[in-house]
C-alpha cells in the first residue's frame, strides 16, 4: 500500500541558509501534519492543513512556513536556519479533515519516514 | 509542560513475557489515544487506538487499556518478541484539531 513519502530523507544546510521539506500524503488524504522531533525528545506538532487551508499552528517558528498545494503534497519551508533546527521532520496524512464525523480507524495519522535536517 | 508522560524511558523484557508500557496524561479533554512504534531511521508506525468510550481494545497480541479516573493508559504485549524491539510513543489526540501530543517514548528491548 501506498506510504506517506518525504523527500529529501536526510539534509545537510549551514546556519542561515534556507531549507524546504516536501510531504507527499497517502492518495486521497485531505490533511496533512507536520511534527518536529529534536534529538531524545517527542514529535513536537507544528503545522497542519486541510483541504490547502492551514487549519492549525502549533509550536512553529515565524521562519518556518508551510502551504498545501492542489494535489495536496505540502512544503514546509524553512528559512535563516539555526543550529536548534537540527531535528527529525515528519509529515503524517489522514483521509478527513475538520469536517469531524465518527471517529475511524481511517482517520488515524500515518507518518511518513521523516526527513533529518542538520544544521551546521 | 508535558502534558502526555511516559515515565519510564526505557524497559527491557525476555521474549515470550508480557511488556507492559505506561502512559499518563493531564488533560480531562483529551479522549482518544494511539500507541505508535518507531524504528531508527523510520517514521512512527500505528499500532492501535483506543477512544476514551472504552476501556480496553485488543488487537492480536496488542491491549491498550484506558483508566480515565487515573488519566493512565497502558500497553500490553504478549507474548513479546524481539522484533518488538522499538521506541514506543503514545499520543494523545486534541479533539478539536486533531493533532497529536505525543509522550516522550519508552525504548522496549526485547531480549531473546
Known amino acids: 500500500a501506498a506510504g506517506v513519502i518525504q523527500s529529501p530523507r536526510h539534509l545537510i544546510k549551514e546556519k542561515r541558509e534556507t531549507a524546504t521539506l516536501k510531504c507527499y500524503p497517502i492518495?486521497?488524504?485531505?490533511?496533512v501534519y507536520w511534527y518536529q522531533q529534536g534529538p531524545g525528545q517527542d514529535p513536537q506538532f507544528l503545522i497542519s492543513?486541510?483541504?490547502?487551508?492551514?487549519?492549525d499552528k502549533g509550536s512553529i517558528p515565524d521562519r518556518f512556513s508551510a502551504q498545501q498545494f492542489s494535489d495536496y503534497h505540502s512544503e514546509l519551508n524553512m528559512s535563516s536556519l539555526e543550529l536548534g533546527d537540527s531535528a527529525l521532520y515528519f509529515c503524517a496524512s489522514t483521509p478527513r479533515g475538520l469536517a469531524g464525523g465518527t471517529r475511524a480507524s481511517t482517520d488515524t495519522q500515518y507518518f511518513g519516514p521523516g526527513t533529518r535536517l542538520t544544521v551546521l | 509542560d508535558q502534558q502526555v508522560k511516559q515515565n519510564s524511558p526505557s524497559l527491557s523484557v525476555q521474549e515470550g513475557r508480557i511488556s507492559i508500557l505506561n502512559c499518563d496524561y493531564t488533560?480531562?479533554?483529551?479522549?482518544?489515544f494511539l500507541w505508535y512504534k518507531k524504528y531508527p531511521a523510520e517514521g512512527p508506525t500505528f499500532l492501535i487506538s483506543i477512544s476514551s468510550i472504552k476501556d480496553k481494545n485488543e488487537d492480536g497480541r496488542f491491549t491498550v487499556f484506558l483508566n480515565k479516573s487515573a488519566k493512565h493508559l497502558s500497553l500490553h504485549i504478549v507474548p513479546s518478541q524481539p522484533g518488538d524491539s522499538a521506541v514506543y510513543f503514545c499520543?494523545?489526540?486534541?479533539?478539536?484539531?486533531?493533532?497529536?501530543?505525543f509522550g516522550t517514548g519508552t525504548r522496549l528491548k526485547v531480549l531473546a
Open positions: 492543513f486541510y483541504e490547502k487551508m492551514q487549519s
Open positions: 499520543a494523545a489526540e486534541d479533539s478539536g484539531t486533531y493533532k497529536y501530543i
Open positions: 492518495p486521497r488524504h485531505d490533511t
Open positions: 488533560n480531562s479533554m483529551f479522549d482518544y
